[in-house]
């Protein structure tokens, strides 16, 4: 049975091209859900991004999406893009992602 870990594992490898940080250590993904369903299982998942005029958006949601879909046992994903609550990385973004970035 696929959990939660797993789902954060996979995205680890997706980056924030402007950053180059995974967004898992910057706290982007904020939920994992899942639900099982005829066909199998389903995986959604709320991401927020940096910023709200990001370029880069469509492409993020895409490589969440395809890292999501690399997991054994995953049938179908869902990436919804959120935008509450409002990122922040002092808040949201891992130890070693805020002192990559300069956050003390």
């Known amino acids: ?10 995205l680890q490898m997706v980056e924030d091209p402007e950053l180059g940080i995974s967004i898992q250590e910057l706290g982007l993904v904020y939920a994992v859900r899942f639900e099982d369903k005829e066909q199998g299982l389903f995986c959604e998942i709320d991401l927020t991004l940096t910023s709200p005029g990001c370029p880069v958006a469509p492409e993020i949601m895409a490589a969440a999406h395809r890292a999501i879909l690399s997991v054994d046992g995953v049938s179908d994903v869902h990436v919804n893009l959120v935008w509450t609550p409002r990122w922040d990385p002092k808040i949201h973004a891992s130890e070693d992602a805020r002192m990559d970035m300069g956050i003390w």
Request: charged fraction near 50%; hydrophobic fraction near 50%.
């Open 1 to 10: 049975m696929v959990d939660e870990a797993e789902i954060r594992e996979a």
